[in-house]
Each structure stands twice: as C-alpha cells, then as structure tokens.
C-alpha cells in the first residue's frame, strides 16, 4: 500500500499520542518491555488487540491448556522477591495459573495504566526524515514513537483452514487459540477435534470426557510424552527457590535456557539396545521433554541415533493403545523425534482406549469440506454438533505480516519477507531502523524456556536504546550484510541438525503457500546471548548508528 493509502495523512499529528517508544502487545514480552523501559525513564506504552493482558495466555484457553515448562523455570526472573513470593501449586502451570501469574506481575509493577487494551496496531510506517514511527490502530487511533518494539508473540494469529463450507455448519466451532472466555461445556455432544499438535494432544483427554462421542481428525501423528503434572512438592519448591539467583544463572548457561537437566555426554549408538532403553525408560517416568532428549548428546543430530529414541516412543504407544490399527496411525514415522515440538501430555493415548473416542486419519482420505451437520472426508461423513480446530498457527511471522510495516518508500516487512523472514539476530530488519523484535524470526526464543528470551531480548533492546540515545544519535539499523550473514547463519546450523526433516510450523510448513525456511535459531541461548553481548562489545558490529 503506497504511503498516502496507510491513513496517515489523514490525521492531523497534533492528535497523535507521542511517546519515547510504542511496544504492539501486552503479553509476557510487551509487559517486561514496559518495566524495563520504565527503568530508563522512558514513556513507553503497550497497544494489546485482546481484552485483557497476557498474549498467549490470555487467548489460548482451551481445556487442558498447560505450559510445558516446569512452571518454576517458566517465570520471569528479574525480581528475586517475585520469584520468591509467587506459589506455583503444579509441577506444570496451566493457562489459569499463567494467567493470574501474569496479572499479578502487572500489578505489582504497576503496568496496567501503559497498556491500552482492545487496541489492535494495523499500520506502522516509519519517517526517514524524522527518524520517527507512526503507528496506527484499528480505530484510526495515531501514536508516534522514535522507537518501536512489535512484542506480537510467535503463535498469536491462529489459522483456521480454508475448509469449504465451514459456515454452513450449523454447529458450533471453536479454534485453540480463540478460545471463549467463559469456556464451552461439551456434555452430551458429538465433537471433532481437527489437529494433533500440542493443542489437540492436551485438550482431546478432557473433551473425550465430556464429549458424547469424539471424533480426532488426525493428519500427521505427532509424539507426544507424558507430562507427568502433579501438585508441587513443597520440599522441591522450598530446594528451588533457595538457590533460584544460580538456578537461573545455571539456566542461562544451557541451549534451552531450563535447568536441572545435566548435558548428556554419550552417544546412544555407544550404548547397548538395553541400556539405551532403560535410559529412555527412566526419562519417560520422569516425564518432560528436555530430560527426554538429553538422553543422548546426538538424539537432533544423527537421524540413526534418534530412530532408537523415537522406537521407543512408537513401541510405547503400541503398548497403550489397545486397538493395533489405532496404535499404528498414531504412531509417528513421518519425523524424528524432537522435530516437531515435542507435545507432553496426561492421558493422550490412554484417551483412544475409550469406547467414546474414534481416531479418524485425514491422511488417507483427508477432509474435503465441512457440511451442514459436521465433516466430510473423501471416505465419508462425521455427523458432529461442535467442531473444534487445533489447527495451529501461522508462527512466527503472521503476527507481523498482518501489520502493515513500511518505512520510507521501501517495501513493506511483509513483502520483504515474501520468500522468508531475514532479520540481524531475530532483533532487528535491516531498511527498518528503530523497531526491534521480541523473540522474532531468527531468535533462539522459541526453542528455550520463552519467558528466558524475552528477557534476554528486551535487556539487549533496553540498552541498545540507551545507548543510541546516550551516543546522541537517533537511528539504528543493522546492513544488509550483517542480516544476510546471520541468516545465513541460522540456516546452516538448523542444517546441521534433522530439524529441517519436519514438515513442521518451524518451516512454515502448517501454512500452505508459506515459504519453506527455518524460521527459529537452534544454535541455543547461551551461545546466542554470548553472541549478542559480543555484537554490543564491538560497537554493535552489523549494525549502523546515524544522528
Ligand atoms: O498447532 P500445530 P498447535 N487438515 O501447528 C493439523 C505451542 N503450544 O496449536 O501436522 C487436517 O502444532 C496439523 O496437521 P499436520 C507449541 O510450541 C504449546 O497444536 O500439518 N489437519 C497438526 O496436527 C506448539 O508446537 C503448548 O499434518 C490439519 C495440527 O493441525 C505450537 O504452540 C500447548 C489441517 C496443528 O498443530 C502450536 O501447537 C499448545 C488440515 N487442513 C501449543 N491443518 C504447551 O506449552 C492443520 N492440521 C504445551
């Protein structure tokens, strides 16, 4: 869109709302970017689309919504009363817990008063002249910033297939990431789940209990291990939170930026099939994906050694599942293990044991379109009264494509990014001076405990700020070599891995039409942030500072 179509010109700048720096989100990133912004006296305040504060926490609500990170690493860590203070009653938090977390952080730092709720960002455009943001709502609304951080998440704009025919249905629909605030009742329905990912995985053994019947459309089995949620142990939390400082030091010290996991040291083709197994056999009572995949040091990278993990997995499956036709569609050939993200569950393949729950492959005879009364595939109809769609996320970029970004007369980020996002350090693009990235394309931030990233990034981006302003300057942007560089970069270590075997949301592969590229950075977060300190120790190389 050419720049007098973005709405812009229209509204006088007398009414804009001026700030020091506009942060798009009121999630954990956008909320951590107002305290840390707040800390260097700087007017900053958060736009969030929902009602309410806590991004993915907030939306994501469906039942059996749960983090898969032990909720004493998923927290943040940059107040040691708050982490002190705060009771987790689960191994594991649910949405529930996450979200009254999230919302006391704002209250006990005060963060509510800067951040503007039901406000979607739909345009931001920045002057070249002025070194100045111009962003603008959905209601015509009009802020204007020097600085701009997009804290818009990873999986914040859910995708709800093309299916032909879905408003016909008569029933009602829901999608994982849309979920209603005051929940759904599914007793006495008949109920499709379409998706297995870690959405499906977690809500398809609560609905079954509910559900007259269940129906899970399933296209690609996914492994999924159990997640072993229980109450919190009161000894384990008091241990934990006597040494949280080194816990979390420790943690940042790892690829994942979580704890308590020691580096594996062997190879699992150096170990006999009996060892090997009875490794796995302790990790999956232990429960927890890291534990899993540190077994072995090279479960990611040689395709040999993981077929070892993921047989194991697969034999367990068969184990569970007392229906051997069932058992074989739901295990997983198509991917290595730890490819995909790994789903953790309660129940998931105990769930296809009930006489209430069908498993239906769409693989084989896959959906054609949704009718009046439920679904159709090539192999027949599924009579249903509520459809549910696990159908995941256009990760990563989504959320930022759907804003129209622009600066000058250059091209939009969406059309920079047409054949893949390119960004310096997953923190910044180059032709788009001043806006930062919280955990984007090209960060580790979704391969690690999130709230970890977040944290790492917006202290880089904090001081980056400072120090643009400290140097008397008033633009920042890294070169385009440096961006190609580390794209570059990301690219070769995800091929150095079996990541890229996965038709995963990693490569955009859930969205058709979206470019196959690896999207996340999986050198880990240490040596990430390593780097990223290195980058400010050499005068922020790769980027470019102008008055
Ligand atoms: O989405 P997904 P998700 N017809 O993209 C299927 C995080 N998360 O919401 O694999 C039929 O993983 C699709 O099939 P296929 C976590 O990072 C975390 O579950 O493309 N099926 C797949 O089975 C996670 O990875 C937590 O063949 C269709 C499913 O829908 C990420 O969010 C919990 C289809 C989508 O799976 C996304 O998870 C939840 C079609 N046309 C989410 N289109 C925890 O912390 C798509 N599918 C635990």
Redesign the pocket.
């Known amino acids: 869109m050419p720049n007098g179509q973005t709405g812009f010109a229209s509204t006088s700048s007398d009414a804009a709302t001026t700030l020091d720096v506009a942060v798009v989100g009121g999630g954990l990133g956008g909320l951590y970017a107002l305290h840390r912004l707040r800390k260097l006296g700087l007017k900053a305040r958060a736009y969030e689309a929902g009602s309410g504060i806590g991004g993915t926490w907030f939306w994501?609500r469906y039942p059996g919504?749960?983090?898969?990170?032990e909720s004493l690493e998923y927290s943040y860590s940059f107040d040691e009363d708050l982490q002190q203070e705060w009771r987790w009653p689960e191994r594991y938090g649910n949405q529930g817990e996450i979200l009254r977390y999230i919302e006391h952080v704002a209250d006990r730092f005060d963060l509510r008063k800067d951040v503007q709720l039901n406000t979607r960002i739909v345009a931001a455009q920045f002057d070249p002249a002025a070194n100045l943001w111009t962003l603008r709502t959905e209601a015509g609304e009009v802020i204007t910033a020097p600085f701009c951080i997009m804290a818009t998440g990873n999986?914040s704009t859910p995708?709800v297939?093309d299916?032909k025919g879905i408003h016909d249905f008569k029933g009602k629909w829901y999608h994982?990431?849309l979920w209603p605030q005051q929940g759904v009742d599914f007793t006495g329905l008949r109920v499709g789940v379409?998706?297995?990912?870690?959405?499906?995985?977690?809500m398809i053994p609560l609905i079954a209990q509910q559900a007259r019947h269940l129906h899970v459309?399933?296209?690609?089995a996914?492994f999924s291990l159990p997640a072993r949620n229980a109450p919190m142990d009161p000894e384990r939390e008091r241990i934990h939170k006597e040494h949280y400082a080194e816990r979390r030091a420790a943690a940042w010290d790892t690829p994942f930026a979580i704890a308590g996991h020691p580096p594996p040291t062997q190879s699992a083709l150096d170990v006999s099939e009996e060892e090997r197994n009875a490794a796995y056999e302790a990790k999956w009572q232990e429960g927890g994906s890291i534990s899993f995949l540190y077994a072995y040091t090279d479960l990611l990278l040689n395709k040999e050694a993981n077929d070892t993990a993921s047989e194991f997995v697969r034999n367990k499956i068969r184990g569970i599942v007392k229906d051997p036709q069932t058992a074989e569609l739901l295990a997983p050939k198509d991917h290595p293990i730890g490819t995909?993200?790994l789903?953790?569950d309660t129940n998931y393949y105990e769930t296809y044991n009930r006489p209430n729950v069908t498993l239906v492959d769409?693989?084989s005879a896959?959906?054609t379109e949704i009718t009046e009364t439920g679904v159709r595939t090539t192999a027949g109809d599924y009579e249903l009264d509520a459809i549910v769609?696990?159908?995941?996320?256009d990760?990563m970029t989504g959320a930022l494509k759907e804003i129209d970004i622009r600066a000058g007369n250059g091209p939009s980020l969406a059309e920079k990014w047409e054949y893949g996002p390119m960004t310096y350090l997953g923190l910044m693009v180059s032709g788009f001076p001043n806006m930062f990235i919280i955990t984007g394309p090209g960060s580790p931030g979704?391969k690690t405990q999130m709230i970890a990233s977040i944290q790492q990034h917006m202290d880089w981006i904090a001081d980056c700020i400072a120090h643009v302003r400290g140097a008397g300057k008033s633009r920042i942007e890294p070169t385009g070599q440096a961006e190609r560089a580390w794209v570059e970069h990301v690219n070769q270590v995800a091929d150095s891995t079996l990541y890229p075997l996965a038709?995963?949301?990693y490569v955009g592969?859930?969205i058709p039409g979206k470019p196959r590229v690896f999207m996340p950075y999986v050198g880990g977060f240490a040596g990430y942030a390593k780097h990223c300190a290195a980058v400010v120790a050499n005068g922020y190389e790769g980027f470019v500072l102008s008055p």
């Open positions: 994501n919504a749960r983090c898969d990170v999986l995708r297939p299916f994982s990431g379409i998706g297995t990912g870690s959405s499906g995985v977690q459309f399933q296209r690609t996914n995909k993200r789903c953790l769409v693989r896959p959906i769609f696990a159908t995941g996320f990760a979704v038709n995963s949301w592969a859930n």
